[in-house]
Nanobody, 114 residues
């Protein structure tokens, strides 16, 4: 299993970014996909998850109403649209899938300047 994130970058507060995570080596349609984030010295924090069909999504309170998770099962890709970004959203963002074991991507850095 390989997860490859992209789309991070530097943005001003109030701006938007769209993260992508391409999945390889698994039957993507069968798995719940999630996004997490982590800042130096802190534990990895769950951000959002999406059901196998995309019909159900869940969000951490800190991002609810600003972030939207979606998936394209034809492209084996999960997305995280991030709007109205805040400096406290600055973190390394990771894609995650649980398939017997936990699998993580290499991460993509998001930096929000004030």
């Amino acid at each position: 299993v390989q997860l490859v994130e992209s789309g991070g970058g530097l943005v001003q507060a109030g701006g938007s970014l769209r993260l992508s995570c391409a999945a390889f080596g698994l039957n993507f349609n069968d798995y719940i996909m999630s996004w997490y984030r982590q800042t130096p010295g802190n534990e990895r924090e769950w951000v959002a998850r999406i059901s196998v069909s995309g019909g159900r999504t869940d969000y951490a309170e800190s991002v609810k109403g600003r972030f939207t998770i979606s998936r394209d099962n034809a492209k084996n890709t999960v997305y995280l649209q991030m709007n109205n970004l805040k400096p406290e959203d600055t973190a390394m963002y990771y894609c995650h899938v649980l398939r017997t074991y936990n699998y993580w991507g290499q991460g993509t850095q998001v930096t929000v300047s004030s």
